[in-house]
């Protein structure tokens, strides 16, 4: 069966600092794969989507960005963070293809201070 | 482009009461629809999702949900909550031809005892 993991779970960080949190899929290959990032009554936001190794889609230009340098894993980065990238990131894959039916990992918490 | 609203951002209901969660979507080809369910501090899981066929879609935990192409509605519903289902509901949208899914904004159901 398919896995998503997601790390860390939770993340304080100081404003300016930099940022990497990864995402990586187990037990499907070639897959679609999403950052979507949850703020405080803002709902759920795409950030970025990959139909492939090197192939980043932003949907929201920030001072975030992200790579996918194997088939499955994602990492979304920042080089220096903001007091708004604070918010619930969630990492998300669909098969290739299909109907797009999101499968999501546990998500990680984080915190700008 | 197509867009998914969810009118209601809260819903208050009593146990064994039934509720209805209302989404609208707009999108000017044929569309996959789909509900997720949040727990607090989790990733979205799937409840149910509308692909083809019958209009009537029976998901996880006793929902269901109807395809209504006419009002461009898929309302969720559940005959009588638990408190178990105190939760955040988004709807969300795949058009074919995209590779990503429009989420809205989400529905917090609260079950009061």
């Known amino acids: 069966s398919q896995t998503i993991h997601q790390w860390p779970a939770t993340l304080v960080q100081p404003v300016g600092s930099p940022l990497s949190l990864e995402c990586t899929v187990e037990?499907?290959?070639?897959?679609?794969l999403y950052w979507y990032r949850q703020a405080a009554g803002r709902g759920l936001q795409l950030l970025f989507y990959?139909?492939?190794?090197?192939?980043i889609s932003s949907e929201v230009p920030q001072n975030l960005s992200a790579s996918r340098p194997q088939d499955r894993q994602f990492i979304l980065s920042s080089k220096k963070l903001l007091l708004s990238d604070s918010g619930f990131y969630l990492c998300?894959?669909?098969?290739?293809?299909?109907?797009?039916?999101?499968?999501f990992g546990p998500g990680t918490r984080l915190l700008v201070l | 482009a197509q867009s998914v609203t969810q009118l209601d951002s809260q819903v208050p209901v009593f146990e064994e009461a039934p509720v209805e969660l209302r989404c609208n979507y707009s999108?000017?080809?044929?569309?996959?629809l789909f509900w997720y369910v949040q727990y607090p501090n989790q990733g979205l899981q799937l409840l149910l999702k509308?692909?083809?066929?019958?209009?009537l879609v029976k998901g996880i935990n006793g929902f269901e949900a109807e395809f209504n192409k006419s009002q461009t509605s898929f309302h969720l519903r559940k005959p009588s909550v638990h408190i178990s289902d105190t939760a955040e509901y988004f709807c969300?949208?795949?058009?074919?031809?995209?590779?990503?899914?429009?989420f809205g904004t989400g529905t917090k159901l609260q079950v009061i005892p």
């Open positions: 999108s000017s080809v044929s569309v996959y």
């Open positions: 037990g499907t290959s070639n897959p679609n």
């Open positions: 998300a894959w669909s098969v290739r293809g299909g109907s797009e039916t999101q499968y």
């Open positions: 969300a949208a795949h058009s074919g031809g995209y590779q990503k899914v429009t």
């Open positions: 509308y692909l083809s066929g019958s209009t």
């Open positions: 990959s139909v492939g190794i090197g192939q």
